[in-house]
């Protein structure tokens, strides 16, 4: 399907017409206050930036997205399969009280909360049905991919709102590609384990290295988890790094992008 770039003054972000019905963005680096490494739209609260610097970018890109950046709920992740049911209650975790617990993933039924997950690699994937009304978000590393996390959230969206898996529609975002995820034998080993013989078309192997697709791997999850409408982003984190944050290409000096998304207050 193709996703779109939205461009507001200097603020960039991307979102996938898949999940029109409902606000939501992947974010890139442009068009916040941030300084330094961190230039410019640092979206990450533990990256060593200004306080006010953060809540200012979130001000901007919930100016353009339409979202309240005090209605955020933000994951403490620690890249499992943990998906977590929140609410308005929750609303401010992350970005004004702390995060407590770890999860990977958010799901939610209540208008104006707007699920927030990291990544500067990772694979970020946003879902929504429109028939429960209900969304979801999922940060995915190859850890998370392995877990199949994707799935799992579609499998809490069905048992807490009723979601039928053909109704959600499932976005994945801007993550490191397969040309660039260089790894060992451990990463290709955990997706054979996970996905059998299914695993063998996002895996080449070049020498002692192998080059992992974990886009495909999440869509295969999805898939196997009966989501039939599934949008991919084309873009490689690790081969634009002047435009998304890439652990891969600057380690730990480096912001973070966010992917959002959130029912409207009228959608109940």
């Not at 680096?29 to 953060?54: C, Q, T, Y």
């Not at 890109?61 to 049911?85: C, W």
């Not at 308005?88 to 958010?106: F, H, K, M, Q, Y």
């Not at 879902?127 to 429960?132: G, Q, R, S, T």
Request: glycine letters at 10%.
């Amino acid at each position: 399907m193709g996703f779109e770039t939205r461009r507001t003054g200097d603020l960039e972000y991307l979102t996938s017409p898949l999940l029109s019905g409902t606000p939501h963005c992947f974010s890139t680096r442009f068009g916040g206050v941030s300084e330094g490494v961190l230039a410019s739209l640092n979206l990450g609260v533990h990256r060593g930036d200004a306080p006010k610097n953060v809540l200012e970018n979130y001000r901007r890109l919930g100016a353009a997205v339409g979202f309240d950046p005090k209605r955020t709920v933000f994951t403490k992740q620690i890249h499992s399969d943990i998906i977590e049911r929140v609410g308005a209650s929750d609303c401010g975790r992350g970005l004004i009280i702390p995060v407590e617990n770890g999860c990977d993933g958010l799901v939610t039924n209540e208008p104006e909360v707007v699920l927030t997950v990291f990544s500067a690699d990772c694979t970020p994937v946003l879902l929504y049905d429109p028939v429960a009304k209900a969304v979801g978000a999922v940060h995915a590393g190859w850890r998370g991919t392995a877990a199949a996390i994707a799935a799992k959230a579609v499998e809490r969206m069905a048992a807490e709102f009723g979601s039928k898996p053909e109704n959600i529609r499932a976005a994945i975002g801007p993550c490191i590609s397969q040309c660039c995820f260089e790894t060992d034998r451990d990463v290709p080993d955990a997706m054979r384990s996970a996905f059998g013989e299914d695993a063998k078309k996002a895996i080449r192997e070049v020498g002692e290295k192998y080059y992992v697709n974990l886009k495909a791997l999440n869509a295969l999850a999805l898939t196997r988890a009966g989501v039939r409408q599934i949008d991919i982003a084309a873009e490689c984190t690790a081969c634009e790094p002047e435009r998304f944050w890439s652990h891969r290409r600057v380690g730990n000096r480096r912001g973070s992008l966010a992917a959002m998304i959130l029912l409207r207050g009228d959608a109940q």
